[in-house]
Nanobody, 120 residues
Framework: QVQLVESGGGTVQPGESLNLSCTAS????????VGWYRQTPGKQRELVAQ???????DYVDSLEGRFTISRDDAKNTVWLQMNSLKAEDTAVYYC??????????????WGQGTQVTVSA
C-alpha cells in the first residue's frame, strides 16, 4: 500500500518560515519525481515545486526564490522549506509522486494534505 504522509503545516505570521515534510512508503522512492502542490478553496490544485530523482529542482516562477525543495532518498522523504511566507501562501499543501515531470503529468500518488495558514 502506497502512502505519502505530510507534516509540518501550521499557522504563522507573515515573514515567518515553515518546513513541510513528506515521507513515502510502498513505492521505490528514489525513482520517483516528487512535488509539492497547493490548493485554496474554489481553485485547482497547482504545482509549487518538484524534485526529480536526479536531484534537479523546478519551481513555479511566482515563488521568487522563497521556497526550497529537497529530498533524502535514504529516508524516503522530501521537504519544502518555505521562507518569507505571505498571506497568499495560505493553502492546503499536498505532496505528490510520479514517474514523469509533474508539469506535464499529474502525480500517481498523493498525500492527505497539510494546512498552511499565514495570518497576522
Amino acid at each position: 500500500q502506497v502512502q505519502l504522509v505530510e507534516s509540518g503545516g501550521g499557522t504563522v505570521q507573515p515573514g515567518e518560515s515553515l518546513n513541510l515534510s513528506c515521507t513515502a512508503s510502498g513505492i521505490i522512492f528514489r525513482v520517483h519525481v516528487v512535488g509539492w502542490y497547493r490548493q485554496t478553496p474554489g481553485k485547482q490544485r497547482e504545482l509549487v515545486a518538484q524534485i526529480y530523482n536526479t536531484g534537479i529542482t523546478d519551481y513555479v516562477d511566482s515563488l521568487e526564490g522563497r521556497f526550497t525543495i529537497s529530498r533524502d532518498d535514504a529516508k524516503n522523504t522530501v521537504w519544502l522549506q518555505m521562507n518569507s511566507l505571505k498571506a497568499e501562501d495560505t493553502a492546503v499543501y499536498y505532496c505528490g509522486a510520479g514517474l514523469y515531470t509533474l508539469r506535464v503529468r499529474e502525480a500517481n500518488y498523493w498525500g492527505q494534505g497539510t494546512q498552511v495558514t499565514v495570518s497576522a
